[in-house]
């Protein structure tokens, strides 16, 4: 347990706690204030707000759904200079936000959870942080979902003499210029930043386990005059953000039926022989499965970067490694000074669940061991009393995650407001209407692209579970979210019934 070094916090009991910065917290604490609720902490292991987005910093590193959607409905911006904004730009987007609605001064930076446990005596959280211990009635988990880097633990990895990083902690005091580099994965991360550091390094292997399916990328600069006119008729920006919303929706409708699908499926091959000249490569890089099983990927600069002379894919998974060279699944060896990792991360277990200790006393991570991640509308989780997570299990719809961390607040905030109403000291999910949601969650995924693609991805954890996709529109996510159905809680009152009546 953290040592105390903050012992009038300890006496205090706060509303609510936040726990994280990142997009969903800094939404958190600015919808609670305008909600009026003013007696809540806000932490944040790291010394700035942003999130994924301080974290990730690899060269061409940036949204795929463009900015004017991936951006808060209160706080659209004019200032975006591409259609789809790159790290940086997101980073102060999240800064400035945070500035404008006063957050900033209301966090506790440099302050890590270290253990939250559920006090059953006091209906109370006990949160222990790495600057003392702190008391409160409802914590919302803000911790992120995709936070975890995985790297293989492969044979002969720990000899290997030369430069390594994962794409999420790029090493920018290493200079790639005339290095031999092997990058493993192409996945999201890989894609963005294959094209930025291929023209400096004297040799490029891209070890691709999965060929990913990657369209191209509707992006443009956007010039003064374009943002003065988004500036002044903020009606173009509105309309800009809706049509994004709708086409996103169309794709939706296709990962739903994926029968839909088949046609864009089959345009897309056509577009890749026009993209890619060479036919051995063009057939390594066509994608097997039906698309939208795993993440499709937007791109307009790399296939030209695996077609550079300096390039060469290995179509094949990275095995081993044997002093410093590379061992493909094919037996391909090649000799490189650096091994940058773009395997993504481990995203099947909300990494809080290693913190967090529910009414029986266990720990979340242990009971999820065997099993997989499950909350009710991605939120309330079984016997964890008085606790919301933000971007829990199953409620991943193709569209800005910011946009459903946003639907996911607006339940949170209307749990807390009828919660006070009615005087609940305590309230968790029912465990049979938990299990009857997820029940339907799993039978209706069955039938869409990402059970039935063909494909192995992230979606899928270990048990071959879909601990990831909402099954239905996001129209639905939103209407259920909506209102937070106090009659799917078990609740208890802080005052007896007749005292109640009463007062
Ligand atoms: C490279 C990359 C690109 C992406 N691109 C897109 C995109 O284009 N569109 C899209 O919709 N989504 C995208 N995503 C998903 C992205 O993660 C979400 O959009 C969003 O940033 C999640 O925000 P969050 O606040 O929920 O989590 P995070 O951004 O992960 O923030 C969580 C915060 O909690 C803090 N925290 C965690 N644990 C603790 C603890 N124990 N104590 C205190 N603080 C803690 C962390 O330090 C962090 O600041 C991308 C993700 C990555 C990795």
Request: hydrophobic share 40%.
């Amino acid at each position: 347990m953290a040592e105390n070094n903050n012992p009038a916090s300890a006496a205090t009991v706060h509303d609510t706690f936040i726990v994280g910065a990142g997009i969903s917290g800094i939404a958190a604490a600015i919808k609670l204030k305008q909600e009026g609720y003013h007696d809540f902490l806000i932490i944040e292991q790291s010394d700035r707000v942003g999130g994924t987005w301080r974290e990730n910093t690899y060269p061409g590193c940036g949204c795929d759904v463009p900015s004017s959607l991936y951006s808060y409905s209160f706080a659209l911006s004019s200032k975006w200079s591409r259609l789809f904004a790159k790290q940086p730009e997101i980073l102060r987007y999240l800064e400035d936000v945070s500035d404008h609605f006063q957050i900033t001064p209301l966090i506790e930076f440099n302050t890590a959870l270290e253990n939250a446990r559920w006090d059953d005596s006091r209906h109370l959280w006990v949160l222990d942080t790495t600057r003392g211990q702190y008391l409160a009635k409802t914590v919302i988990f803000a911790t992120g979902p995709i936070t975890e880097a995985q790297i293989p633990a492969l044979p002969g990895l720990d000899g290997f003499q030369g430069e390594m990083f994962h794409s999420a902690k790029w090493n920018h005091d290493y200079d790639l210029t005339g290095k031999r580099v092997a990058v493993i994965g192409t996945g999201a991360s890989a894609i963005q930043f294959v094209p930025e550091i291929q023209p400096k390094v004297k040799e490029l292997f891209v070890f691709q386990r999965t060929a990913p399916w990657v369209l191209p990328k509707p992006d443009l600069p956007l010039g003064n005059m374009s943002k003065l006119a988004i500036e002044k008729l903020p009606a173009i920006q509105r309309g800009w953000r809706k049509a994004v919303a709708s086409s996103l929706n169309v794709i939706n409708f296709g990962l739903r039926n994926p029968g839909v699908l088949k046609p864009v499926s089959a345009a897309a091959r056509q577009l890749l022989k026009l993209q890619i000249r060479d036919a051995r490569l063009r057939k390594a890089v066509t994608p097997d499965f039906t698309l939208g099983c795993k993440r499709i990927l937007f791109a307009n600069n790399y296939y030209p970067a695996l077609q550079a002379d300096n390039t060469t894919l290995i179509p094949h998974g990275l095995v081993a490694v044997e002093n410093n060279t590379v061992i493909a699944a094919n037996g391909e060896r090649h000799e490189v000074d650096v091994i940058i990792w773009g395997t993504g991360f481990d995203v099947s277990h909300p990494p809080i669940g290693k913190k967090v200790f529910n009414a029986n006393g266990d720990r979340i991570s242990d009971l999820w061991k065997n099993s997989s991640p499950e909350a009710f509308l991605g939120t309330s989780l079984a016997n964890t009393p008085n606790a919301f997570l933000v971007l829990g299990p199953n409620v991943l719809v193709y569209d800005s995650f910011i946009g459903l961390a946003e639907a996911q607040l607006d339940y949170i905030i209307d749990g807390l407001k009828k919660v006070r109403a009615q005087g609940i000291s305590k309230f968790s999910i029912k465990p049979d209407v938990l299990k009857q949601h997820n029940d339907k969650v799993q039978k209706h995924l069955q039938t869409t692209v990402f059970n039935s693609g063909g494909c192995k991805s992230y979606y899928l954890d270990a048990n071959g579970r879909n601990f990831a996709a909402w099954p239905w529109s996001l129209a639905t996510l939103k209407k259920r979210l909506k209102t937070f159905p106090v009659e799917a809680y078990d609740v208890v009152y802080a005052q007896p019934e007749t005292l109640r009546a009463a007062s």
